[in-house]
């Protein structure tokens, strides 16, 4: 039986890593793979590499690895020059020291598990075809057709959406562990998937942990993100207090009032006034309390 756990959108926060290596000590797992976004969002994402290299698990990149790689490079988009609307890219470049940067640079985009007592089973961050590209749970099989088109794998493992997921799709079977260190649908808990080949192919197990907030609150402040990082340094750190979307439904707000309001404080004071969640993408959305309007 292969036994392996996959985690994925760590994003810098080593207190829910740390949580997941707690919960792993006590189980059979055979080995770990990071399924991308160690770093970014989270103030510790020296640490969480340097964390993950030394386990010596298997990773590959996500879309905020890309963002790192490609800072001050000429991939990077014309818009990261707007240090206002952009100023986590050369932030995320300065946490992270050139060693790392290049050990970075040399991990794959996609894995696959060819174990000898299960199908085949690909990994990928966001889809096959795009890191950034999310597969949501509730997707249709005609939706996930053209994504998954060419693929071999008849299971998939994806992250990107920090949305846990086990689902049945066509001929698919499609699961997210959900994020290590940035949930976003309300709780606090730190989140990966535990996998068991059988003879009819993967069981999913979604587990959540509980850890300790605080040291990422308190490292933000060491390192002065707010302030160096203006509003969107806010929204972040209010993502993580409330672990919710803060950065989309402020965007969308944004472009429904006016979208050369400038990302100044002001700004994000008129968007505090309103309530975030009329303005959440349809897919973050949690569902209503019975009897609500």
């Given at each position: 039986m292969t036994t392996p756990a996959i985690l994925a959108d760590i994003h810098g926060n080593l207190p829910a890593l740390e949580a997941v290596l707690a919960d792993l000590a006590g189980r059979p797992v055979d080995r770990v793979i990071v399924a991308g976004d160690l770093i970014n969002w989270g103030p510790f994402s020296a640490r969480v590499v340097e964390r993950v290299l030394a386990e010596g698990w298997d990773v590959i990149r996500g879309n905020h690895e890309l963002v790192l790689l490609d800072y001050g490079t000429p991939r990077a988009p014309a818009a990261w020059d707007d240090l206002g609307a952009f100023p986590i890219p050369r932030w995320l470049h300065r946490q992270m020291p050139e060693r790392l940067r290049a050990r970075i640079a040399l991990w794959p985009d996609t894995l696959t598990v060819r174990a000898?007592?299960?199908?085949?089973?690909?990994?990928?961050?966001?889809?096959?075809?795009?890191h950034a590209e999310p597969i949501y749970p509730g997707t249709d099989e005609q939706s996930l057709t053209p994504i998954l088109a060419g693929i071999a794998e008849l299971t998939i493992v994806a992250a990107h959406t920090h949305l846990p997921m086990n689902e049945r799709i066509g001929p698919w079977h499609i699961l997210n562990p959900g994020s290590v260190g940035m949930g976003l649908d309300g709780t606090f808990t730190a989140r990966y998937l535990l996998l068991e080949s059988t003879s009819d192919g993967w069981r999913g197990e979604l587990r959540q942990i509980l850890y300790d907030r605080a040291p990422i609150f308190a490292e933000f402040a060491r390192l002065g993100f707010e302030e160096e990082c203006g509003l969107?340094?806010?929204?972040?750190?209010?993502?993580?207090?409330?672990?919710?979307?803060?950065?989309?439904?402020f965007l969308h707000w944004r472009q429904s009032v006016s979208t050369a309001a400038p990302f100044t404080l002001e700004t994000l004071a008129s968007f505090r006034a309103v309530d975030p969640e009329a303005f959440m993408p349809r897919d973050h959305r949690l569902p209503r309390p019975q009897g609500a309007p």
């Open positions: 000898p007592d299960g199908p085949p089973l690909r990994v990928v961050h966001g889809s096959p075809r795009d969107i340094g806010r929204l972040v750190v209010e993502e993580f207090r409330v672990a919710r979307p803060r950065i989309a439904p």
